[in-house]
């Protein structure tokens, strides 16, 4: 119990400790350790020499150790100093970090945000990401770029992109990226609501084959993923097959034609969400695949294409959420 107690106060002297200490006592000890000199440090700070040695003391009675001692006409610092002067370092370069991202974020010419977007977030996440960005006030202008997989990936590795959103590439096209997963998703077939085949419990091959069917292109990331799902449900390649990566011809030609259109679900959630479009009851559960960021490996992304980054990954939590049972 004894033991108990010493530790409890313990623990609150160093909070109310803590709690005294400032910016101003971690920047003098800094620039006097840097100096070498309480009078250098002094003129960096622009600050009495006075001032300075009533600083360096207020930090020594908070962290109740000798941080600087004299040393013949100069001074040293002490062990104590320097185990803290390490931490003192680290702190002070964190707050100024800080500081400077923000002022960053002020600036009404601030760096653009160069943002990819595969389309299979392109008509979802990214409308929603956007909106929340300019509620946060930030001015930095956005630049938003569609397109196939390839492109995008060799858009951001030219450093032409800052972010690219959208499914996981395969290893060969991750050269000199890091991808971050935020959720998975699954290729659907999909139909309008007033399509012959809507509503139907089962679907056979042969009827599939009766109708247009609307493919991810060859370079398409999700092209895989469908032509393996073929191999599994014993489905030939479709007699009127029509290969596309466009979104808008995707829904234009879906509603209008009887087409059976084989997409990412994010691409037209709104429109299933809505019963606009109707999916048919074929089990497409091995094309589940990572959605997420990719980005240039070993690169800091600046304040606000960082801030964009976050936004995604808090609307892709939602989605994870929300996302149907496969």
């Known amino acids: 119990m004894n033991n108990d107690i010493i530790q409890i106060n313990h623990i609150e002297i160093v ?79 964190a707050a100024r970090n800080g500081i400077n991202a923000l002022s960053q974020l002020s600036y009404s010419d601030g760096p653009m945000v160069r943002i990819g977007a595969l389309p299979t977030v392109a008509a979802s996440l990214i409308p929603q990401a956007v909106k929340a960005f300019l509620d946060t006030g930030l001015r930095n202008r956005l630049h938003i770029v569609t397109g196939e997989n390839h492109v995008l990936l060799d858009q951001l590795r030219n450093g032409e992109l800052d972010l690219v959103m959208g499914r996981l590439p395969a290893p060969e096209n991750m050269q000199g990226l890091v991808f971050e997963p935020h959720y998975r998703e699954r290729v659907v077939f999909a139909v309008d609501k007033n399509h012959p085949l809507a509503g139907k419990p089962q679907i056979s091959v042969s009827e599939l084959d009766a109708f247009p069917v609307l493919m991810p292109s060859a370079a398409s990331i999700i092209r895989p993923f469908v032509d393996r799902l073929f ?96």
């Not at 009127?240 to 009887?258: C, H, K, L, P, W």
């Not at 990572?290 to 989605?319: H, K, P, W, Y």
């Open 15 to 93: 909070m109310n400790n803590l709690r005294r200490l400032k910016l101003r006592h971690l920047e003098a000890f800094v620039e006097v350790s840097r100096q070498n000199s309480v009078s250098r440090a002094a003129e960096v700070l622009h600050l009495t020499q006075p001032a300075v040695t009533r600083t360096i003391r207020e930090l020594e009675e908070i962290c109740g150790q000798p941080l600087i001692e004299k040393d013949g006409r100069g001074i040293r610092i002490t062990h104590y100093g320097e185990v803290f002067l390490r931490h003192a370092g680290t702190s002070l370069a």
């Open 231 to 326: 191999i599994e449900h014993g489905i030939p390649e479709p007699e009127q097959a029509i290969e596309t990566v466009s979104d808008s011809f995707g829904r234009a030609f879906t509603q209008e034609y009887n087409a059976i259109w084989i997409i990412s679900r994010g691409v037209i959630a709104r429109e299933i969400e809505s019963g606009q479009f109707v999916e048919l009851p074929i089990d497409t559960r091995a094309t589940v695949g990572s959605v997420g960021l990719n980005m240039r490996a070993g690169e800091t992304l600046d304040s606000a294409a960082q801030c964009f980054a976050e936004i995604l990954m808090d609307l892709s939590e939602r989605e994870e959420t929300h996302a149907p049972a496969y």
